[in-house]
């Protein structure tokens, strides 16, 4: 089991940055993918950036170059670090891991992120 929390969403407007992290607990040590996932009213929930062990990083189209994925393996935390925010960046931000084989995925309760103008 690993437990995820979120924080650092918030109300912003459009050109500035946040940083999002995500706190994992529990069995952390057979986590082998990280992932931020985010979900605005009316639409799926779809994958902004994710990474694994072995080195595939992925973006959502729409981000690269504006957001970065990266990690603290000694704190267990995770990071989204987006700048330059848009008005379509607008939704709830969940964190998400995989764990062990098969593998089995956990999700954070998701923050806010509201960008204006």
């Known amino acids: 089991q690993v437990q995820l929390v979120e924080s650092g969403g918030g109300l912003v407007q459009a050109g500035e940055s946040l940083r999002l992290s995500c706190t994992a607990s529990g069995d952390t040590r057979n986590i082998h993918a990280w992932g931020w996932h985010r979900q605005a009213p009316g639409k799926k929930r779809e994958l902004v950036a994710g990474y694994t062990t072995g080195g595939d990083t992925k973006y959502l189209d729409s981000v690269k170059g504006r957001f970065t994925i990266s990690r603290d393996d000694v704190r267990h935390i995770f990071y989204l670090q987006m700048n330059s925010l848009q008005a379509e960046d607008t939704a709830v931000y969940y964190c998400?891991?995989?764990?062990?084989?098969?593998?089995?995925?956990?999700w954070g309760k998701g923050t806010q992120v509201t960008v204006s103008g």
């Open positions: 998400n891991v995989g764990v062990g084989w098969p593998p089995s995925s956990y």
